[in-house]
């Protein structure tokens, strides 16, 4: 692609069409970790932030989008990580976290500086009854983003989505 | 000053790796699975910290040094770790017992690394707080049930605080220059760090009826990349692969 007026919402909407490698249900750009998107030279420059230090995800995450925008025409692409500001949940949309709801996963709850005060809520929502009635039972669950906690209604385990 | 930014980001970034890689041989080894996860990734946090913290040194240092090449082809003398990282992990009272000592001291150093004038050391620190604040809320939690648990529990924090203690102490010994750093508002005063630790741990102990002793003999050495006997064995077996096949991808 020769064009050097870069539209934006287009090439997102684009990268909206790739999934989160670990929860396929949200897309890269719902889950925040795409920033920016410049064109210098003819090539491309895609900034993206890491979710946690150490995501093992993210390299998955960048050869995606170098995949896909090869597949739309472009063909010089440079992907570029920054670390300010830190990666949040706050990014996620309402609609993301709704999605995560459907998929099993409990969204995070409230903001980061809620969080920050006040710690992890005692209670999550359960995402397959609602039920308020759970406790945890790791910090750490099946990815460095999530928790895991128990339903003690329908007495399910799930997965939750830290709030950092 | 690059250089000494250099060995300062070494300092702080190999104490992650050989942490990371301690712990990390927990894994499918854990007392449940809950905690084999909540250890794995602990460590995946560390690795991720100390691969940002070591590709900005290789970028400083401008000799070309990957963080790979950096992590995989230096040898002990060239290791700048804390001394309390590359302890045994024993049983699981000392495995948290070490993690504690190193998550309250790294929550108060990369908080205040966050204000860095260094803008990449300063971005990469805050967002590690976020990280340490789970995995400090997580050993702190563990050392307090084993202080509060059985008889049998209690011994072996014990036993571990008798093991590990003496080597804190060199957790708050400088690097040569460092004091430069710290005039220029890159890193803080080790001292001060030293000062809130102590308070934080005193408290943690006394909750677990464990008292601190006095004037103990504090080893210390690797600010100037002298170490334990362990480091050697750690590097063996974490280097061994890429020394072997040095062009070996991934």
């Given at each position: 692609m ?10 997102l909407?684009?990268?909206h ?8 249900v949200?897309?890269i750009?719902e889950?925040?970790v795409?920033?920016?998107l ?21 390299k ?23 670390y300010?500001p ?15 709801q ?14 920050a005060?006040?710690?992890?809520p005692?209670s ?17 669950g099946?990815t460095?983003?999530k ?8 007495l ?9 | 000053?690059n ?9 702080i ?11 990390s ?10 905690e084999?996860l ?9 690795f ?12 400083l ?7 790979d090449?950096?992590?995989?082809f230096?040898?002990?003398r ?13 049983d699981?009272a000392?495995t948290?017992?070490r ?19 260094d ?16 995995h ?9 049930r084993f ?7 209690f ?5 571990a605080?008798?093991?590990?203690w003496?080597?804190t ?5 400088p ?37 601190l ?14 170490h ?6 750690i590097l063996?077996e ?13």
């Amino acid at each position: 692609m020769n064009s050097s007026v870069l539209n934006k919402d287009q090439i997102l909407s684009w990268l909206h069409e790739i999934p989160d490698p670990e929860i396929p249900v949200i897309s890269i750009v719902e889950l925040g970790v795409i920033r920016d998107l410049t064109f210098n030279d003819n090539t491309l420059e895609v900034t993206i932030t890491p979710t946690y230090s150490g995501c093992p995800a993210m390299k998955q995450m960048e050869e995606d989008v170098i995949k896909k925008l090869n597949e739309k025409g472009f063909s010089k692409i440079n992907i570029n990580t920054v670390y300010e500001p830190a990666w949040t949940t706050d990014w996620i949309s309402a609609e993301a976290r709704l999605k995560l709801q459907n998929y099993g996963i409990a969204p995070p709850e409230g903001s980061r500086d809620k969080t920050a005060l006040m710690g992890e809520p005692k209670s999550v929502t359960c995402p397959r009854c609602k039920s308020k009635n759970s406790e945890m039972v790791s910090q750490f669950g099946s990815t460095a983003c999530k928790a895991l906690y128990k339903c003690k209604d329908c007495l399910e385990v799930f997965d939750y989505f830290k709030c950092i | 000053m690059n250089e000494l930014v250099f060995k300062y980001l070494l300092r702080i970034s190999d104490s992650g790796l050989i942490l990371a890689q301690r712990i990390s041989a927990w894994t499918g080894h854990g007392p449940f699975l809950e905690e084999d996860l909540a250890l794995t990734n602990i460590a995946l946090d560390l690795f991720g910290r100390s691969r940002s913290l070591l590709d900005y040194a290789g970028n400083l240092e401008g000799k070309g040094r990957s963080e790979d090449e950096l992590a995989f082809f230096r040898n002990e003398r060239h290791y700048y770790n804390h001394l309390i990282c590359e302890q045994p992990n024993g049983d699981y009272a000392q495995t948290m017992l070490r993690q504690a000592f190193v998550d309250a001291f790294e929550l108060l150093l990369y908080t205040e690394l966050s204000k860095s004038k260094d803008q990449t050391l300063a971005a990469i620190a805050a967002k590690s707080v976020k990280e340490i604040t789970y995995h400090k809320r997580h050993s702190f939690s563990w050392v307090k049930r084993f202080g509060n648990g059985t008889q049998e529990s209690f011994t072996r924090l014990q036993n571990a605080f008798h093991e590990l203690w003496p080597y804190t102490g060199d957790m708050f010994e400088p690097i040569e220059g460092e004091t430069d750093l710290v005039k220029n508002g890159f890193v803080p005063d080790l001292q001060k760090i030293k000062t809130d630790w102590e308070k934080i741990i005193k408290d943690l102990l006394e909750e677990c009826n464990i008292r601190l002793p006095e004037n103990v003999y504090m080893h210390s050495g690797s600010a100037k990349a002298l170490h334990t006997e362990h480091l050697g064995f750690i590097l063996a077996e974490m280097q061994s692969l890429p020394r072997a096949y040095p062009e070996a991808k991934w």
